[in-house]
């Protein structure tokens, strides 16, 4: 059996403290930005509108709907244009939603992506 003295040693990767301290406070940075952006657009509100201007609907960042509102055009409206107009303000609403999410998401891959 050798003696311990002439064991190969194999080192991969040898760790700067100074460098894994950076590391970690960068990363506790940015999970900071992370929570404050996602505590933005889950308390922002998004709006959308029907194409014909009968019907503007909000949701908050959650998809909650928050109002739905008639414009003055929809005292014309018959009663069979009206459910549409709000079914397509309320999906242009959550579409404004989820393109927030959407812009979010890019935003942490960039942070992510520069964070080291």
Avoid: C, K, N
């Avoid at 029907?50 to 014309?76: E, N, W």
């Avoid at 549409?84 to 942490?108: F, G, K, Y």
Wanted: no cysteine.
């Amino acid at each position: 059996m050798a003696d311990r003295d002439e064991l190969p040693i194999r080192v991969a990767h040898v760790v700067d403290p100074a460098d894994v301290a950076e590391r970690v406070e960068a990363y506790r940075g940015f999970v900071v930005q992370v929570t404050e952006a996602m505590e933005a657009v889950r308390i922002a509100e998004y709006s959308g509108a029907d194409p014909d201007g009968l019907a503007t609907a909000t949701v908050d960042g959650q998809g909650r709907v928050v109002s739905v509102q008639l414009s003055r055009l929809a005292t014309r409206a018959s009663a069979g244009d009206l459910g549409p107009a709000v079914l397509a303000a309320l999906d242009a609403a959550e579409r404004a939603r989820q393109e927030a999410l959407v812009r979010l998401a890019a935003r942490i891959q960039l942070t992510e992506d520069h964070s080291g």
